[in-house]
């Protein structure tokens, strides 16, 4: 079975930029998560959908982060415009369904904002 | 709100020693609880869980025992190798959604 999917695996750009990460969760998983992951601390939850709905989205910057997942299948996560602390290992999990189910986690993009 | 704290790390062991990582957490209601494991250049994945008081989560030798009266769910393992070396993190999830929260993480690294 194949796991999930992440691209890229790094990206460098300049503050202000913008920049888009892509999720394709494994199959048939309807739940996905995108997470942040400074250096040196946990994931943090950003968002959270189940099908194409939102869940929980009260951890996302939405100043400047915003996610989607169309037809409710892959996700993209898009920052406009960056900050230096934006800075980061972004995360995407899906599981079957949320409750009591386990995640399981793509492996991540770094991002580096200079 | 919920939160988990991790003992500071990094832990340095010698290979078959004994294996303890501290965690305690706060929550509102009945979470249940994991450990999850990175291994270098690979993604988290999940090691062990316990979703009700007293439950033990085991797997590949690591155990952990959810202690409702002291919030603890403290990581062990009787003899570490050197592929046990890794990033752990120990989270709990709470709600109908399971969101999880995040310990910071500790490194082990086993020597020869």
């Known amino acids: 079975e194949a796991g999930v999917a992440q691209s890229p695996r790094y990206k460098i750009i300049e503050k202000r930029q913008s920049v888009a990460f892509w999720c394709n969760p494994i199959s048939g998983h309807a739940t996905l998560y995108w997470y942040q992951q400074i250096l040196g601390q946990g994931p943090k939850l950003l968002i959270q959908f189940q099908n194409n709905g939102v869940v929980d989205d009260s951890q996302l910057p939405k100043d400047r982060f915003s996610a989607e997942r169309l037809k409710g299948v892959d996700s993209t996560l898009k920052i406009q415009p960056a900050k230096l602390e934006d800075s980061a290992v972004y995360l995407c999990?899906?599981?079957?369904?949320?409750?009591?189910?386990?995640?399981?986690f793509g492996p991540g993009t770094r991002l580096t904002v200079l | 709100g919920d939160s988990v704290t991790q003992m500071e790390g990094p832990v340095t062991l010698s290979e078959e020693a004994f294996l303890t990582i501290n965690c305690t957490y706060t929550?509102?209601?009945?979470?249940?609880l994991f450990w999850y494991v990175q291994y270098p250049g690979e993604g988290l994945q999940l090691l062990l869980k316990?979703?009700?008081?007293?439950d033990k989560g085991s797997n590949k030798g690591f155990e952990a025992t959810y202690r409702k009266e002291t919030t603890s769910f403290h990581l062990e393992k009787g003899s570490v190798q050197v592929s046990d070396s890794a990033v752990y993190f120990c989270a709990l999830g709470t709600g109908a959604n399971s969101k999880l929260t995040f310990g910071k993480g500790i490194t082990l690294s086993v020597r020869p």
């Open positions: 929550a509102t209601g009945y979470p249940s």
């Open positions: 999990a899906s599981s079957l369904a949320p409750a009591g189910n386990e995640q399981f």
């Open positions: 316990a979703t009700k008081a007293d």
